[in-house]
């Protein structure tokens, strides 16, 4: 069973209201964290508490690959097969984080916003990491990731961000678990695998996935030089923001 669109939607699209209050000033402080890992690490949600703690906006920088990922099926286009046709497609899109009325950041494909129960569909899972490979797809989102800073301070999720996207930031973050406890965590979340799906086949898609993101010609998987790398295994997801705000807040005196 897929989540309800409405709790994927509050979890993906997070500001807190402390920082509408603080960070949307015309001179507020522009702070970016940087969250990198695998997949299934737990840095979605683990980013989304950070940015509840700390007052400041969630960007999933994997919904933007999703997203381009769900256009190039929608054209009936292979990723894995046909980079060349997936480069040419971009020159027909416009993909972007920006604020709603509610100060919420929302990614929209061509001025619509996407539902996230279609581009976290399965499917769409399968391809991306095909995506992500194609030089000119990493060319052409960082700077539109990078464009996320002027939100104030920001908790950016994805495999680059801490290496690539924000190198000069302070505050930089790998987290991992183990394979099991990666594929455990997978199975639980709802519309993320195919039905049917077993420990050990979400365990070799992981592996799969791994392979594919620590191999690619450009911006591979690894953590940032000066990233603090954080293994979860024995962690809950509150325990892992709490340790990454205080982090921050030992730098950001003024959080």
């Known amino acids: 069973m897929e989540q309800p669109e409405e709790q994927l939607n509050k979890k ?26 695998p997949a299934a690490a737990g840095k979605s949600t683990v980013a989304a508490l950070t940015a509840e703690q700390l007052g400041g906006c969630y960007i999933n920088t994997g919904n933007m690959y999703r997203a ?68 000119e797809v990493r060319e052409w989102l960082v700077n539109r990731q990078r464009e996320t800073a002027q939100f104030g301070l920001i908790v950016m999720e994805g495999r680059d961000v801490g290496t690539v996207i924000f190198p000069d930031t302070k505050h930089k973050f790998y987290i991992t678990a183990e394979p099991e406890v990666r594929a455990r965590r997978r199975l639980a979340q709802a519309g993320e695998v195919p039905d049917q799906s077993t420990i050990e086949s979400v365990a070799a898609e992981i592996a799969r ?14 953590p940032a030089p000066d990233a603090e790398i954080i293994h979860t295994d024995n962690l809950n997801a509150e325990q892992v923001a709490e340790l990454i705000a205080r982090r921050v807040q030992e730098t950001e005196k003024n959080l």
């Open 12 to 37: 993906n699209n997070v500001c807190s209201s402390k920082a509408g209050f603080k960070f949307f000033m015309p001179n507020a402080p522009q702070i970016q964290i940087a969250i990198d890992g």
């Open 209 to 222: 996935r791994d392979e594919l993101d620590q191999t690619r010609p450009v911006a591979p998987l690894r």
């Open 68 to 135: 381009l990922t769900w256009a190039a099926l929608q054209r009936n286009i292979d990723p894995e097969n046909e980079a060349g046709k997936v480069a040419a497609m971009l020159a027909e899109l416009d993909l972007k984080f920006s604020l709603n009325q509610d100060r919420l950041p929302i990614l929209a494909l061509n001025d619509e916003e996407l539902p996230l129960r279609v581009i976290r569909h399965p499917e769409v899972a399968d391809k991306v990491s095909f995506i992500a490979r194609i030089p």
